[in-house]
């Protein structure tokens, strides 16, 4: 029988353990040591690339153009005057300039791209009778006396960057940096963290009674998410803390505590030992996944010094009870880690490199356990003796544990039909809910921190002084095979210009800048900045009077206008705006026409031109998307694995049903949750629910691996089966439920709200789980029939003989 | 059923009560029934979830007067808005504050108007780039096109007659068109006055007229528009437009702020100092007699006084603006750049 033949193969490992465990557990400490010692190399590997789903056709486009039209990795700087009038004094202006110098000389600053009212690309239009002249605002002589702030003050409302540099107010100034991902004088990679650091100094230089200053922008965000995961530690010392007090609590012996302890933490140490060894850092997305390895290994570890501590308390010596609860527990364990691991390798199917490298460090870790866990604990075992505390507690042998008694109950088809109603109940409960859950950001602000973060307090200080906004989409146009410059081409100019006017309509659009608009400007500034001349000429060379805005340095185009950019500002980044936004875009493009109305084509065929999408949204947009494709793919995927696996260990399409069932019921619940607490499915959360799944289906292949057992092998009915698997393995189960919940929760606290929305969906998730485990599954056993068949079956068999 | 309490007991299954095993299949069979509906149910739930979630509900987008470029303004009978602006939107409204929404245009070209201008309560005029006018009979609820022509790379800027006189359009290049027929066909009209662009004209009464334009060009007709004559040059820089306060007091502005006045109907003018560098692009006199003059960087400069003396009342520095014009209830209607604002008004609702 193919059982006996597994069996007779985890006996002979088991042997094999057992025979060489000396050397085996000086290899594995030397190891330890080894990883220890590589884990110290370990660094935060953050990156602007790397949140980015680069296969998205968006992204192609955003990758395609990101030469051209640099912008999305955008640092605004901007000082606040809080003295008494404007800007326009010595005092502010100089910190101005000085502030703008310091931004312009940090490594990874595109010099070419800084702007600011002292930066020679912002200049003013003045139209004399004799024409129209332009220079820049601050002239080189400024001095600072009063009639040279009257000319700044004249040439800045002419230049029309109110709003835009300088605050609708005129209490405040921007300095607005583009960043590089490669720093072209040493071809490394831009340090952001460095830079958030310089950016860090130019704030605390400048910042005093009178001038306040808010900074925001990627590497900023890194900077404070890092200085945010520095209480990473606190919360993995308390999660440490409370699993030992619930360990101990549990297991009544200081031994067993530490061993699990230490046993949970070498997956930790070999991890992180082990990513620099590969080339990989620690993304700022995965630096939760050691605590979630050190959970997992927690629960692992107390399902087999549990199975030992049964073994010793029945009498068996310690290498005896190792080497039998290695039997006992490898299959099942090692199944559940590799359900584990291809909960995490599911994650890696999603495009973006962040989320990628959670799922490859999460996947790591957990193959790691397989050996930490399986192999090295039941080696340590073999040499424990068990305190007398442990043997104490212990009930006398024999005697039904009346809690578990009662609640195997659920295995009543009565209970079992009231259980499953309950569950459907909420199930039903729970898809109510979960249609409500949104994809992408739920309010405003940088989606990693939560409100009154410093970041976000920036952010909304900035996005409520000017017109413009931070959160930017954009979209390229391409106008190819035109004779000469492509932008004295009434018909392209035009198709832009109506896209710019249709995007103001749109609900959640707070401006829009275009090519045509800015030319617009140069025709209306060409004929004495008369308003009702701002339109576009039908001829080129009409339309030449626009050729300033045609000029490839200001980023909006090419040279001779083969792609430009239309930038559309949004009021906001929620999911649910830039999909509106996505979509009225692709709407307008399918809504032009293809062919005039002579039949012939167009000269300019929208829908071949306007490539969607760059600028910040654009890439939140893509993300949005990514995600939202990535969540069923994932579901099907770790689902399909799951149903496999549990297909191959138990041969039973009942097993599947009942160990699948109530994870299915606990997703649904995840994502009613998520859509309860205002969390946004995102590249943070969409992980939680394969993690939970991953992670969840432990306890039922535990559980049910016993009951089919004890159906089998020691010809028990349904109830007296789970009962038992209840008594062996359910103390554990919950034990590890609670733990790993704790555990995590903590990071509810946490300064990073992507963290927190991870700690507490990650926590509903390991807990409701093994609910469904312990109330849903042996309840859709009952109803199954599960072991019912099997002793009618043996009942028919052996009737005739009897 | 009597439970197995013993573990390792071979004897245990016999403590299971035998039972006729026909009925026990079916019985099982039906039971397996159910749990696979819950299974089912189950699973039909979690695809139920996991679907394609419904996007939203955004309002519709529509164009929108606050985020384009407006060139004028009219409230023709005294309740209703109407704007015209960029790329040939016109956009009606029940009134202040109201939503605005779009007039029907047949045919829509595209081009950016200019000017919007009612002889009487109902019949309308918009004019605009590619010598394109539309007319209106309705107080401008739907627009027919009256004239177009994008060859000539021309645009009109100004219009300006009445309902039962002839109707005059003026713009780029010289072009004076004239309609006498309620502005349903328009004729060029020849000036003698050059190609230099016309940006203005007004009247009063029937006979006298007067238009301005590029470089100083001021221009006077006092037998209803058949004859024109230039006037001598005063200032070089370009006017954008004039106002009519008497047959012999007229008002005529420009660029860097310029303002000009005269008693005799063009023969003498006066400087006036206007309290801004800034061009003027509108303008309008109040029935309570006051001349407001609007233009660059949004710059609205008062006179309480027939414009002999001016008040800047609002700086520059933001966007500038087209025209101005006065509502039935005195308070002022300013377009441009960021489209149509009513100070003192509740902001429109943005989309209706």
Redesign the interface.
């Known amino acids: 029988m193919d059982n006996n033949k597994n069996a007779q193969m985890v006996d002979r490992c088991a042997d094999l353990l057992m025979a060489h465990r000396r050397w085996l557990l000086l290899l594995f400490i030397l190891l330890t040591v080894v990883f220890a010692a590589t884990a110290t190399r370990i660094k935060l590997d953050p990156g602007f690339y790397k949140m980015i789903p680069l296969q998205h056709p968006y992204m192609q486009t955003f990758t395609e153009y990101q030469k051209a039209f640099p912008g999305a990795n955008r640092v605004l700087v901007n000082l606040r005057w809080k003295g008494e009038g404007d800007i326009y004094n010595v005092q502010f202006l100089k910190a101005l300039r000085e502030a703008t110098d310091e931004v312009f000389f940090i490594p990874g600053v595109d010099r070419t791209r800084v702007s600011s009212l002292f930066t020679p690309d912002t200049r003013f239009i003045e ?3 004799q024409g129209f002249y332009g220079d820049v605002v601050v002239p080189a002589k400024f001095g600072g006396t009063e009639q040279d702030l009257a000319t700044v003050r004249r040439n ?3 230049s029309g960057v ?1 709003g835009r540099l300088v605050q609708s107010d005129l209490r405040g100034a921007l300095i607005r940096a583009d960043l590089q991902e490669i720093n072209p004088e040493t071809g490394d990679k831009v340090d952001y963290i460095e830079i958030a650091k310089a950016l860090d100094a130019v704030r605390a230089k400048y910042a005093s009674e009178q001038i306040e200053i808010d900074i925001i922008g990627f590497p900023v965000l890194i900077g404070d998410i890092i200085s945010g995961l520095s209480g990473v530690f606190g919360f993995f010392l308390l999660a440490f803390v409370i699993t030992t007090v619930l360990l101990f609590a549990y297991c009544r012996s200081l031994r067993l505590t530490l061993l699990a302890l230490v046993v949970a933490l070498l997956p930790v140490i070999w991890l992180l030992g082990l990513l620099p060894l590969l080339g990989y850092g620690i993304d700022p997305m995965s630096i939760l996944v050691p605590f979630l390895i050190f959970s997992i290994g927690v629960s692992h570890a107390v399902q087999m010094t549990n199975a030992w501590k049964l073994e010793v308390l029945a009498g068996a010596d310690s290498l005896a009870a190792a080497h039998s609860s290695f039997r006992r527990i490898f299959v099942p364990g090692a199944l559940a880690l590799l359900a584990n691991a291809l909960g995490f390798a599911v994650i890696m199917r999603i495009e973006i490199d962040s989320v990628r490298e959670l799922g490859i460090t999460a996947c790591l870790g957990v193959l790691l356990m397989i050996i930490t866990n399986k192999m090295m604990l039941p080696i340590l075992l073999s040499g424990m003796r068990l305190e007398n505390s442990a043997h104490r507690t212990r009930t006398a042998g024999g005697k ?1 544990h009346p809690f578990w008694w009662k609640l195997s109950a659920v295995t009543n ?1 009565a209970t079992a ?1 009231l259980v ?1 109603v309950v ?2 109940g909420l ?2 409960l ?2 109510a809910e ?6 992408g950001d739920i309010g405003s602000g940088a989606p990693e921190f939560r409100d009154d973060s410093r970041y976000n307090q920036d952010n909304a200080s900035i996005v409520g002084s000017y017109a413009i906004g931070v959160d930017v989409l954009s979209v390229v146009v391409e106008a190819k095979g035109f004779e000469g410059d492509a932008c004295l081409h009434y018909s392209v100019m ?1 198709a832009v ?2 896209f710019a ?2 995007m ?5 659009v707070q ?1 829009v800048v275009s090519v045509p608009d800015m030319a ?1 400007v140069g025709i209306s500034a060409n ?13 080129s060379q ?1 339309l030449q009077q626009g050729a300033e805005a045609y000029n490839p340095d200001l980023g909006m185009n090419t040279q001779g206008c083969t792609a430009m950019q239309v930038l559309i500002y949004t009021r906001n980044h929620e999911g ?2 830039l ?2 936004l996505t ?2 875009i692709k709407r307008f493009i399918a809504e032009q026409p293809k062919d005039n109305e002579a039949g012939r084509a167009v000269e300019f065929r929208v829908a071949d031109a306007f490539r969607l999408a760059g600028g910040n949204a654009g890439v939140m947009a893509a993300t949005n998307e990514a995600v ?1 494709h990535a ?2 793919e994932m ?1 099907v995927a770790i689902f399909g694995a799951i149903t496999l696996m549990c297909f191959l260990m138990f041969r039973s399409w009942k097993a599947v ?1 009942c160990i699948i ?1 109530p994870l ?2 606990v ?2 619940l995840c ?1 009613a949750l998520m859509a309860v607490l205002d969390i946004g499915l995102k590249v943070a959360t969409l992980p939680v629910v394969a993690l939970g799944v991953g992670v969840g289906v432990d306890y039922g292949i535990y559980l049910f691996e016993r009951v089919k057992h004890q159906i089998e092998h ?4 349904l ?2 089966a789970f009962y ?1 698997a209840m008594r062996q393995r359910g103390t554990a189960a919950i034990f590890t439920a609670v733990t790993m919940s704790v555990g995590v929760a903590t990071w509810a606290f946490s300064p990073l709200k992507f963290q927190a929305d991870m700690g507490i969906l990650l926590a509903f998730m390991f807990l409701v789980n093994v609910f469904g485990a312990v109330l849903l599954l042996p309840a ?1 056993a ?4 599960v072991g ?2 099997r ?2 079956s ?3 068999a ?2 005739p003989s ?1 | ?1 009597q ?3 013993t ?4 004897s ?3 403590t ?1 009560q ?1 039972a006729e ?1 026909g009925p ?2 079916s019985h ?1 069979r039906s ?2 029934l ?3 509906c ?2 089912g ?3 039909a ?2 695809v ?3 679907l ?5 509900v ?2 519709a ?4 007067p606050q ?3 407006i ?1 004028g303004a009219a409230q023709p009978d005294g309740e209703h808005l109407v704007a015209a602006g ?2 040939g ?1 016109l956009f009606h409204s029940k009134g202040v504050g109201q939503p605005w929404s779009e007039a029907t245009v047949a045919p829509r070209r ?3 108007l ?2 919007v201008f009612f002889a009487d309560k109902s019949l309308g005029l918009a004019v ?3 010598n394109w006018i539309l007319r209106s009979e309705d107080a401008g609820l739907s627009w027919q096109e009256a004239h177009f022509d ?1 060859e000539a ?1 021309e ?1 009109l ?1 100004s219009v300006w007659g009445s309902a039962r006189g002839p109707l005059f359009a003026t713009g780029s290049f010289g072009r004076l068109l004239v309609s006498g027929d309620r502005g349903k066909t328009w004729q060029p009209r020849d000036t003698d006055l050059g190609d230099r ?1 016309f ?1 203005g004209i007004a009247g009063h009464g029937q006979q006298r007229l007067m238009l301005v334009g590029e470089t100083g060009l001021v221009a006077r007709s006092d037998d209803g528009g058949q004859s024109w004559q230039r006037l001598p040059d005063f200032y ?3 006017f ?1 437009g004039l106002i009519a306060l008497s047959a012999s007091d007229w008002l005529v502005y420009g ?2 702020g310029k303002v000009f006045r005269t008693n005799d109907f063009g023969e003498s003018w006066r400087e006036i100092d206007a309290d801004t560098a800034l ?1 003027l ?1 509108g303008g309008t006199r109040t029935r309570d007699g006051r001349i407001v003059l609007v233009g ?2 949004g710059v609205v400069t008062q006179s309480g006084d027939g414009g002999l003396t001016f008040k800047r009342l609002s ?4 966007s ?3 025209s101005v014009a006065e509502l039935a209830d005195g308070r002022l209607i300013f377009t ?2 960021s489209g149509i604002s009513v100070p003192g008004a509740p902001a429109a609702s943005p ?1 209706p």
């Open positions: 139209v004399t009778e800045v409302a002419r109110i039904r088809p039909l499953a569950c459907l199930l039903g729970g898809i979960s249609r409500k859950l949104v994809v035009d210009d109506r006017t249709f103001r309509g749109v609900h959640g401006s617009k004929n004495e900045g008369n308003p009702r001349w701002a339109a576009l000429p039908r001829s009409a649910a705006t999909h509106h979509s009225e939202e969540e069923v579901l049903l069932a299915a019921v997703s649904v994502n020691e010809g028990q009915d109830r007296m038992e859709l009952c109803w199954l029939n019912g068949e002793s009618a043996k009942l028919h052996v009737s009897a | 059923m439970p197995v309490t573990i390792n007991n071979e245990a299954l016999r299971v035998p095993v026990r299949q099982s039971r397996i159910i749990g696979l819950i299974v149910l189950v699973a739930g979690t139920a979830s996991f394609p979630r419904p996007s939203p955004f309002p987008s529509s164009a929108q985020f384009m470029l060139n960029e790329l939107h595209g081009s950016t200019t000017q605009g780039h590619d994008a790379a645009a800027m662009h940006y070089n820089g370009s954008f660029m860097r061009s692009y660059e960087g700086d520059g520095g933001g500038s603006l087209s441009g750049q989309i």
